[in-house]
């Protein structure tokens, strides 16, 4: 089929057939928009269709299954619960019979009555009565002067309501739209990793060639085609490409001011009953020297449990604290949080900082008082939970954000946090070895 120029995969859904206000509004609500929008989402799954297999022949494995014969007979009634229509019929092929049922069938009993030869696609399950029944296949007409060649069928993922044959027959009327899609991805770069262009992936997702032989069905079906590694490619590259931007627009902007001074030093080793380890003392000369260096820190921090990480991270939070600046410190759980406020209340007791909790189960007053000292900065030093994400979390001087056991929060968590502050310093922790 060669693609009509005329349909763009920036224009509307309503341009596609079968698409009217009502339609268009139940594809908006669930993100589809325009016919690009349609194009990529992709299948969930394939049906083997290319093999017809006959009644006798028939696994009852739950598998779906093709079938060619004639329907011999129908009787269409209403069931006792309101608004359910149910056909019945019988299916035969030279091997033998079974009984097919729909409920509420659309036109497929006009279309079964004008057919001498159908395809039946579905799962075939024991009847009540005993023999084969299969319930509500999916119908294809046969025209018995030409060849029956199957194909692998598309299954997709239902958009809200909109599901089964009709969206896949939707996604088909957008397919012509491909060949006005651009391809972000150079030609030469195509050709040096052996990729295929975006259109060619697409295409051969929604409509697998006839001709696919049994190692690109495995290809196809385990997600290691060349079209899976495309788009595969593609989600890195923008991933990849989002996050030097984000780099980059951090670094734009000069992080808040930390300095190390003789007074901060020795309060520092005030602080700690204990010598550092060669490992802590390395990793907060980093740290010290990304506070200096200008644009704002982001770092992370990885380490066995026990191993000396939230240490580090108080220093870090006296630097912070010292140079004028809001702290907060965020841990997936409550009880971790409560952990580290009674760990920092320990060390920072000879200090002017003493670090507040807020979490789920803080007390209406606490809670706003709390919220209160973070908005005017008289609450310099906060460990929480998620509850410091939320809307309601004003910090007025956020000089430095750490976040522990980094892997249990998403990116748009730990974005939401830093984004209370004017490009504050970041340091995350984990003990979970990142690959």
């Known amino acids: 089929m060669t693609d009509d120029c005329g349909l763009r995969p920036g224009d509307s859904v309503e341009r596609l057939k079968g698409v009217g ?31 017809i297999i006959s009644i006798e022949g028939i696994e009852e494995n739950g598998s779906a299954i093709a ?24 299916f035969e092929d030279p091997t033998g019979r079974m009984s097919v049922i ?13 057919a001498e030869t159908v395809v039946l696609f579905g799962v075939c399950k024991p009847a009540p009565r005993g023999g084969l029944q299969m319930i509500n296949p999916e119908v294809e007409v046969v025209d018995d002067s030409k060849r029956w060649v199957g194909t692998l069928v598309s299954i997709y993922p239902a958009l809200g309501s909109i599901g089964g044959p009709f969206l896949r027959r939707l996604i088909g009327s957008a397919l012509p739209a491909l060949g006005n899609l651009p391809d972000p991805l150079p030609e030469a770069v195509q050709r040096s990793l052996d990729l295929p262009d975006l259109r060619t992936a697409l295409r051969s997702l929604h409509r697998p060639s006839p001709d696919i032989d049994d190692r690109g069905v495995a290809m196809l079906v385990g997600r290691r085609s060349p079209a899976h590694l495309r788009l595969a490619f593609d989600e890195l590259l923008a991933f990849s490409l989002g996050l030097a931007q984000q780099r980059g627009e951090r670094r734009v902007d000069p992080g808040p001011r930390c300095v190390v001074n003789d007074a901060i030093r020795q ?7 204990f010598q550092l380890t060669g490992a802590q003392r390395r990793v907060l000369k980093e740290i010290v020297a990304d506070f200096e260096a200008g644009p704002p820190m982001a770092r992370l921090l990885q380490g066995d449990v026990g191993s000396g990480k939230t240490v580090v991270a108080a220093m870090a939070l006296l630097i912070a604290l010292e140079n004028g600046h809001q702290v907060v410190m965020m841990a997936p759980t409550e009880l971790l949080a409560e952990q580290h406020r009674a760990e920092f209340e320990r060390l920072f007791q000879e200090t002017p900082w003493t670090p507040e909790l807020l979490s789920g189960s803080v007390g209406t007053a606490q809670r706003r008082k709390i919220l209160a000292g973070l908005a005017d900065a008289t609450c310099p030093f ?51 070895p990142i690959p």
């Open 102 to 114: 729909w409920f509420n069938p659309r036109g497929i009993e006009k279309r079964l009555s004008q």
């Open 67 to 90: 079938v060619r014969g004639s329907v011999t007979g129908m009787v269409s009634r209403r069931a006792r619960r309101r608004g359910l229509t149910i056909l019945e019929a019988v």
């Open 21 to 51: 206000r009502i339609r268009r509004r139940q594809l908006g609500a669930v993100g589809i928009h325009t016919v690009g929008d349609l194009l990529f989402h992709l299948p969930l799954r394939w049906e083997d269709r290319r093999r």
């Open 267 to 273: 309060r520092a080793t005030s602080m700690l009953p």
């Open 382 to 432: 906060v460990v929480g939970t998620h509850a410091l994400i939320q809307d309601a979390v004003d910090l007025a001087n956020l000089g430095l954000v750490v976040i522990d056991e980094q892997h249990r929060f998403g990116t748009v968590q730990r974005q939401a946090l830093v984004g209370k502050g004017v490009s504050p310093h970041l340091l995350v922790m984990t003990a979970t």
